[in-house]
């Protein structure tokens, strides 16, 4: 039997698309954190998106992943809601 050539470490594509999925997620966060208009609650979302990525990092159970994401994507709606209402 040959040897796989790649190394150990190595993503499925299942993993890496939803690698792909998680830093869009991140992204799309501190993106809608910079739209904040006060210093301070702007420096507070950055530390707690920051942290809560840093604290799920090595979570490998599928499902655990997909929901975390869902989560992440709500409450991302509700960031970009309560900015909009706050420039109205």
């Known amino acids: ?18 690698r792909q999925q998680v830093l869009l997620l991140y992204r799309r966060i501190l993106q809608a954190i ?7 609650d702007r420096r507070y979302l950055k530390d707690w998106a920051r942290e809560e990525f840093k604290r799920n990092k ?8 997909r929901m975390m994401i ?3 994507n709500m409450q991302l709606k509700e960031l970009e809601k309560t900015l909009a209402l706050a420039r109205s």
């Open 34 to 40: 910079r739209k904040v208009p006060n210093d301070s």
């Open 58 to 65: 090595n979570t490998t159970e599928e499902d655990t992943i």
């Open 1 to 18: 039997m040959a040897a796989s050539r790649l190394p150990p470490a190595t993503l499925t594509l299942k993993q890496f698309m939803r």
């Open 70 to 72: 869902t989560q992440g």
